[in-house]
Antibody, heavy 115, light 108 residues
Framework: QVQLLESGPGLVRPSETLSLTCSLSGGSMSPYKWTWLRQPPGKGLEWIGYSYSSGDTNYNPSLWSRVTISVDTSKNQFSLTLTSVTTADTAVYYC?????????WGLGTLVTVSS | EIVLTQSPGTLSMSPGERVTLSCRASQSVDRNYFAWLQQKPGQAPRLLIYGISSRATGTPDRFSGSGSGTDFTLTISRLEPEDFAVYYCLQYGHSPRTFGQGTTVEIK
């Protein structure tokens, strides 16, 4: 079955770049939307954006100037880059597949922005 | 951006009771692209309902979704112990995708 797993640093310094990777197993990358979402501690969910395997992307306007989502079909992975982070970017970051809504999720990874 | 408002914020219920959660959208949701998620502490959200009323794989039939346009409902016909959790509504017909603030179903 489809499984997603996030990986990346758990601590990022303010003003630096957050980079996460999501590895897919048990499924193909086409024709789905490969999505990143986040959830600050004790708060609700926020959609960051998605990429198709073709490279077409769609980002949340609140983050678009700092976000890049890319897909590597040869590795069955997709990635999130978020630049110029602040403490407000501290959250659990989830990768997910969007097809019939968000039908598969990773376990999530906590990223803390702190000096 | 479509704003989703869930009510109530918290429900205190007993096992076996019927539960109704509401979600109102600030504008009509396109193509019935409306869903419900369940999240338990320390876990990732799990898709329960998509397309307003279709159960995701593995969703028990005590969960049902209904509604149209701007008003949507999730009903749990008979609460089981494993149903105590936070429930989020979301719309995925417009960008950005948006979520309600969540309803906590807690044990009374």
């Amino acid at each position: 079955q489809v499984q997603l797993l996030e990986s990346g640093p758990g601590l990022v310094r303010p003003s630096e770049t957050l980079s996460l990777t999501c590895s897919l197993s048990g499924g193909s990358m086409s024709p789905y939307k490969w999505t990143w979402l986040r959830q600050p501690p004790g708060k609700g969910l926020e959609w960051i954006g998605y990429s198709y395997s073709s490279g077409d992307t769609n980002y949340n306007p609140s983050l678009w100037s700092r976000v890049t989502i890319s897909v590597d079909t040869s590795k069955n992975q997709f990635s999130l880059t978020l630049t110029s982070v602040t403490t407000a970017d501290t959250a659990v970051y989830y990768c997910a597949r969007e097809w019939s809504s968000f039908d598969h999720w990773g376990l999530g990874t906590l990223v803390t922005v702190s000096s | 951006e479509i704003v989703l408002t869930q009510s109530p914020g918290t429900l205190s219920m007993s096992p076996g009771e019927r539960v109704t959660l509401s979600c109102r959208a600030s504008q009509s949701v396109d193509r019935n692209y409306f869903a419900w998620l369940q999240q338990k502490p320390g876990q990732a959200p799990r898709l329960l309902i998509y397309g307003i009323s279709s159960r995701a794989t593995g969703t028990p039939d005590r969960f049902s979704g209904s509604g149209s346009g701007t008003d949507f409902t999730l009903t749990i016909s008979r609460l089981e112990p494993e149903d105590f959790a936070v429930y989020y509504c979301l719309q995925y017909g417009h960008s950005p995708r948006t979520f309600g603030q969540g309803t906590t179903v807690e044990i009374k």
